[in-house]
């Protein structure tokens, strides 16, 4: 089975790993990293990611996790990477996104009349991008999953984990990445955190 | 302030990304990959990493973090990561471990005597390395935090934030990174998961 995490300059670098960790050592898989050159692409914060292959070269794939960004703006007006998903999302069994990465399925078509979720500071942009939008933290619509920001990244491939290899292989994956999350805040959604600290995150996104 | 993210061959990616995506954006500061040489490191399942700079190079940093393996056991043969903390471990403001990592800093003399916590597969051989063994999701001990396993590097980093820049910081990187989390499944801990799948588990660290 093919995997394909898609990598691009000023990904959010969580958004990609935490699924990489969950899905990547289930048995009989490849993981392939692919971005638009084998250049190292250089991350959100400065973590330096090496690709394995290229969207010229890779023309399918099983599984396709597609990152987020904080600059999705940009990565939505270069283009490259929806222009990839239009061509490979049809030959997939499972297409997925994490955070904005939503939007790059939005912008290839992938999401039009579709339930989906993202990273809570862009609903507005995923509704407008043609999705129908959710607020849940991991939403599955047929052959594709979408998850919320960041972290829902872990929550989506446990889910998908379940979905191809079952529950009893999707519990020793949560299990092997102790997954038993104690946020040591009341802090992740716009619901729970506090007005201030939400308005500083927007200021920022 | 300079932060220092330990890389080497077949480091659980998650265990380094986590605490990166949640210290890294912080106003001021500095983020340093730091292996033997800075040839790219392939991690546990295929993801590689660029270092951008050498144990041999980078004698100090404010923050350290140490990520683990499931080759723990050759980690600590090889010797290299300890070698350097014992260097560095004195002169940094914090000293942080996920996951196996405990070990390494078990290794380098860091944990003696100090309550600390790891991967529920290695709570033995973190307490014949001389730690006092604790199975709490995240320990903190003067300048040292250890955190569980693996996903638990993500709790570890918010809490540190909080100490270094105060709870309205930390709450704001939980938020921007959308942890609120809702794994699929009760199966995160030995505790709670099924006793078969602790044995599936067990039966590949």
Sequence with gaps: MDLAFVLYPRMTALDLVG??????????????????????????????????????????????????????????????????????????????????????????????????????????????????????????DGDVITAAGVSAGIDMALTLVGLIWGDRVAMASQLAIEYDPEPPYDAGSPESAPPEVVAAVLGKV
Tied chains: 1, 2.
């Design 19 to 140: 699924p990489y960790e969950v899905l990547a050592h289930q048995p009989g898989v490849t993981a392939h990293f692919v971005a638009e050159t084998t250049e190292p692409v250089v991350t959100d914060a400065g973590l330096v990611i090496v690709p394995t292959t290229t969207f010229a070269a890779l023309d399918r794939a099983d599984v396709i996790v597609v990152p987020g960004s904080s600059d999705y703006e940009g990565v939505l007006a270069a283009g490259v990477v929806a222009r990839w998903l239009r061509e490979v999302h049809p030959k997939a069994t499972w297409t997925t996104s994490v955070c904005t990465g939503s939007t790059l399925l939005a912008d290839a078509g992938v999401l039009t009349g579709r339930p989906a979720t993202t990273h809570w500071a862009v609903r507005e942009l995923l509704g407008r991008l043609g999705a129908e939008v959710r607020s849940e933290r991991v939403v599955r």
